[in-house]
T-cell receptor, first 113, second 111 residues
Framework: DTEVTQTPKHLVMGMTNKKSLKCEQHMGHRAMYWYKQKAKKPPELMFVYSYEKLSINESVPSRFSPECPNSSLLNLHLHALQPEDSALYLC????????????FGSGTQLSVL | KQEVTQIPAALSVPEGENLVLNCSFT??????LQWFRQDPGKGLTSLLLIQSSQREQTSGRLNASLDKSSGRSTLYIAASQPGDSATYLC??????????FGKGTRLSVIA
């Protein structure tokens, strides 16, 4: 299994809603990532978990809250988002060392109304 | 701060042409450089990864080269097909910092 699976594929939420994005991989990878991508822009790193511990937080607003329950799962909890947070949210994983290929999921297209 | 630039931003070619996409980076102390493909509204698919000790990598009709001294990488696509139409992104890994992506080249291959 060489896939990173993200659910849901599409999400529409209001600014007062609470929702969660989910990401799962069964490749034994120990590093997992959340990226945000606006239309026609490159992906921007949000968070990195290494061996289930948060290792990088790229100054992301607190309305985004990551969680890594175990080595195969990565969640992104969303609360009180703004319309400008509408974007494609991508999860990725890698083995956890240097010189490694990143495997991306197909993303969650999020619209905040 | 590492910066990655991709030229051209968009490219349209007739089917069957060979083409080259360019990627330049400012910090030559990289661990590896990766090329990705992205279809509209989809995730990224890793195409090739070149480690800093390597000069090139090949996969099918794709060949990626790396010249650390000049801060450049190229992705060569042979005999292009309409199915190659996508955005191609390069990203470099400097080890202690997260992957830095270029803005991508949007490729259209016309049948």
């Amino acid at each position: 299994d060489t896939e990173v699976t993200q659910t849901p594929k599409h999400l529409v939420m209001g600014m007062t809603n609470k929702k969660s994005l989910k990401c799962e991989q069964h490749m034994g990878h120990r590093a997992m990532y959340w990226y945000k991508q606006k239309a026609k822009k490159p992906p921007e790193l949000m968070f990195v978990y290494s061996y289930e511990k948060l290792s990088i937080n790229e100054s992301v607003p607190s309305r985004f809250s990551p969680e890594c329950p175990n080595s195969s799962l990565l969640n992104l909890h969303l609360h009180a988002l703004q319309p400008e947070d509408s974007a494609l949210y991508l999860c990725a994983s890698s083995q956890g060392g240097l010189d490694e290929k990143l495997f991306f999921g197909s993303g969650t297209q999020l619209s905040v109304l | 701060k590492q910066e990655v630039t991709q030229i051209p931003a968009a490219l349209s070619v007739p089917e069957g042409e060979n083409l080259v996409l360019n990627c330049s980076f400012t910090d030559s102390a990289i661990y590896n450089l990766q090329w990705f493909r992205q279809d509209p509204g989809k995730g990224l698919t890793s195409l090739l990864l070149i480690q800093s000790s390597q000069r090139e990598q090949t996969s099918g009709r794709l060949n990626a080269s790396l010249d650390k001294s000049s801060g450049r990488s190229t992705l060569y696509i042979a005999a292009s097909q309409p199915g190659d139409s996508a955005t191609y992104l390069c990203a470099d890994d400097s080890g202690n910092t997260p992957l830095v992506f270029g803005k991508g080249t949007r490729l259209s291959v016309i049948a």
